[in-house]
C-alpha cells in the first residue's frame, strides 16, 4: 500500500514514516508551506505551527526522507490556510470569542486541502498517515469509522481531529495512537534520529495577536460585574472566558474572565 505522510520536521511524523516503511507499506513525505511572508508580522517564537523561518523543519523532514529512502513534497497551502484558518480566527477574535484554529486546519486543511493538493500534482496515494496521537476504528455494525482516543490519554489529540469526515477517516492512518510519546522518543533514539528530542509545538501562533489580527491596540477598562473600573487591557481579543492568568489585576481573591463586551471594548470580570 502507497501511504502519503503528512510532515512537520518532528520526532511524531518521522517516527510515523519509519514505522509504515518497517510495515512494508511504499511512503511519500510531503510538509505544507503556510506562512505568508507578506502578513509582516514577528511571532515570539519558531515553536508554533504557523510561523516564519520553518526552513529547519523543512530540512528535518528532507533528512529523514533521504534516510528512509523516500521522496519529499512541499506543497503551498498558503491560500487556503490564510483563507480559511487565518479569516475565521480573525473574525472570531475581533467578534469576541476564541476559536480553535487547529480544529479548523485538520478538517479543512491537514486532512483536506493538503491531500488534494497532493493528489493534483500527480503523487499517487491510498492512505494518508500523521504523527497526530488518535485512532480510527471501523464499527462493524454499521460500517462507519469512529474516531477514537489514543493509548497516551496526556497527548491524545483526537479532540482536535473531531471534524474529520467519515471520508477523511476512511482514508486516514494514525501509527501513533498505540504508543506514548515516551515510547516514540525511544523509537527515535534507537534510530538514532537527531530531533529524538525536540519540543513540541507548543501553540499555532507564538506572538501579538493584535499583529496577526491586523487592529491596533485598543485600550480599555477590566471591570467588575457591576461596571467598577478595577484596571486597563490592550484589546478585549487578548482574552478569553475562564481565563484567570494574565489579568494582572490585585485582589483579595482570585478573579476570572466572566465576559467580554465588543460595544464596549470592556473585559469583565469575576
Known amino acids: 500500500m502507497k501511504v502519503l505522510v503528512g510532515m512537520s520536521g518532528g520526532i511524531d511524523s518521522s517516527v510515523t514514516v519509519l514505522m509504515l516503511q518497517e510495515a512494508g507499506h511504499e511512503v511519500v513525505g510531503a510538509t505544507m508551506a503556510l506562512w505568508n511572508k507578506r502578513d509582516g508580522v514577528k511571532p515570539g517564537s519558531k515553536n508554533s505551527c504557523y510561523s516564519p523561518n520553518k526552513e529547519k523543519d523543512v530540512e528535518e523532514a528532507r533528512k529523514i526522507c533521504q534516510l528512509t529512502g523516500i521522496p519529499h513534497y512541499l506543497l503551498d497551502c498558503v491560500e487556503e490556510y490564510e483563507n480559511i484558518v487565518l479569516e475565521n480566527f480573525k473574525r472570531e477574535y475581533i467578534s469576541g470569542r476564541t476559536p480553535n484554529p487547529c480544529v479548523l486546519c485538520n478538517s479543512r486543511i491537514k486532512f483536506g486541502a493538503f491531500p488534494l493538493l497532493a493528489e493534483k500534482s500527480g503523487i499517487h496515494f491510498d492512505k494518508f498517515a500523521t504523527g497526530h496521537y488518535a485512532r480510527v476504528v471501523q464499527d462493524e455494525n454499521t460500517g462507519r469509522y469512529l474516531l477514537k482516543t489514543a493509548k497516551d490519554v496526556k497527548k491524545d489529540q483526537s479532540y482536535f481531529l473531531y471534524r474529520l469526515t467519515q471520508s ?52 480599555g477598562n477590566i471591570v467588575d460585574k457591576n461596571g467598577k473600573i478595577l484596571g486597563k487591557h490592550n484589546g478585549f481579543w487578548n482574552y478569553t472566558l475562564g481565563q484567570r492568568k494574565g489579568i494582572c489585576i490585585s485582589a483579595p481573591r482570585p478573579l476570572y474572565v466572566i465576559g467580554l463586551n465588543k460595544e464596549k471594548n470592556e473585559v469583565i470580570v469575576g
Open 168 to 219: 477523511q477517516l476512511s482514508r486516514v492512518i494514525f501509527p501513533l495512537g498505540e504508543y506514548t510519546k515516551d515510547e516514540i522518543r525511544t523509537i527515535a533514539r534507537g534510530k538514532g534520529l537527531s530531533i529524538s528530542e525536540k519540543k513540541d509545538s507548543q501553540d499555532f501562533y507564538c506572538g501579538d495577536y493584535s499583529e496577526l489580527l491586523g487592529v491596533d491596540r485598543a485600550e
